[in-house]
């Protein structure tokens, strides 16, 4: 299969493009050299690659970013959909397209104790959620037409070379520092009592190569544990593997009010028989190990 990966130099580009290539797939792999949002730019690349697969992964994910600059969370996240979209309607037509979207666009629809389903209302809150949400409707539409689009919603994905600008990785990179001496045993926090659904990245990365499939639905489907886990219990893990007991300081900038997003992947389980298989504090320790690596270069 020739698959067409844009964004593909990110966190989740990193563990995708070798999962691809040791599956036999041929892999265009772009990121900045080529941009979503202009047709002419991103046309010519769909045009001379000829996929039969496209995973759409370049997006701007960070939610604070996207409050200090809606209109670039806009134009990456649905100008960027909106022009994949058009451009592979007429250069790939048959194309299998994943839109990764994000279980942000679910809001406030997980504040209960049922994990969220597919058929819940997308009730999206920041610019991020909102552009995420907005693309995703796009795609919907696109199916609608024709084209091959399965919507993806990810829950919360982890591991080793994420940035620090997301909570877990920050925590492991603060723990690594203060276990390597490099910082004072104080770590700045938001709010430990929010619980996610937390997936390894290659697992979410396992879930993006069966959905590939041609003979999966052309649907939407959640990638989640439909286990909930705290900010809390993150922390508590990671010092626990770093053998640290540090003093725990609420940073207010970091501080969001507590909520609960876990997701019901059943769909996604009964189509591809996937489930995800790596222990989050595996995971965790392997986030620790990396940021000490950095830590002491």
Known sequence: MRVFVTGAAGFVGGHLIPRLEAAGMTVTATDLEVDVTDPLSLGPAIRDSQPEAVIH??????????????????????????TLLRVVAVHAPAA??????????YGNAGAGDRPIRESDPLSPASPYARSKAAAELLGALAAERGLDVVRVRSFTHIGP?????FAASSFARQVAEIAEGSREPRMAV???DSVRDFLDVRDVVDAY?????????????????????SLREVLDTLTDIAEITPEIEVDPARFRPADRRVGD??????????????????TLSEMFQYWRAASAR
Do not use: E, M
């Open 190 to 192: 938001g709010n430990l």
């Open 209 to 229: 190569c069966r959905l590939l499939d041609p003979a999966v639905p052309c649907a939407v489907y959640n990638v989640a544990s439909g286990r909930g886990i």
């Open 161 to 165: 070379g994420q940035t620090d600008r």
């Open 57 to 82: 992964l370049a997006a701007q994910s960070s939610v604070p970013a996207s409050y200090a600059d809606p209109l670039q969370a806009f134009r990456i996240n649905y100008l960027g959909s909106l």
């Open 265 to 282: 992947a059943s769909r996604l389980r009964r189509t591809t028989g996937w489930q995800p298989r790596i222990d989050i504090r595996d």
């Open 96 to 105: 299998r397209v994943l839109l990764i979207g994000s279980s942000d666009a």
